[in-house]
């Protein structure tokens, strides 16, 4: 497999996966981080985990629980010496659409991939109605969280 390579290298990069609700980002994540050489150094980042300690803090769709997020996803993704590894491989998830504030939530991930100095891919998977659907429908959906992909 082969994400982004150079010389024969796999290369760093921020691969961000968007799309709806159910339609199996942290899955496919999963899958992608399990087939990265043992040797690359990656972290899956899954939306969720930035939601729900958000929303602890400050109720969703307000515009200080989407500033908090903000805040959290720069912190965590900027900061923490376990992510300085310069051949490290960071994927995400998120469900942006072409809204002028998810627009803007877009480019923060850019700014992740800018201040890296690394390429982002970003991949937006689709799936049909009814696969959807059973998806929406997981006993971890209905739990409240996003823990079926």
């Known amino acids: 497999m082969q994400i982004a390579q150079a010389e024969g290298q796999l290369q760093p990069c921020v691969i961000l996966l968007n799309g709806f609700p159910g339609v199996g980002k942290l899955t496919i994540a999963k899958a992608l981080q399990l087939a990265l050489p043992s040797d690359v150094p990656n972290r899956l980042i899954d939306n969720h985990v930035l939601i729900d ?3 602890a803090i400050e109720p969703k769709s307000t515009e200080e629980h989407h500033a908090l997020r903000r805040k959290i996803r720069n ?3 900027l900061a923490p010496e376990a992510l300085k590894d310069d051949n490290m491989v960071i994927i995400m998830t998120t469900c942006l659409s072409d809204t002028p504030v998810d627009i803007a939530r877009h480019h923060e ?3 992740i991939a ?5 390429s982002l891919f970003t991949v937006n998977p689709t799936c049909d109605d009814k696969t959807n659907e059973a998806r929406l429908c997981t006993d971890g959906r209905k739990a409240g969280r996003g ?3």
């Open 109 to 111: 991930h850019a700014d």
């Open 147 to 149: 823990l079926a992909g």
């Open 114 to 118: 800018r201040a890296r100095d690394v």
């Open 53 to 55: 300690l958000s929303e």
């Open 75 to 77: 912190l965590a993704l």
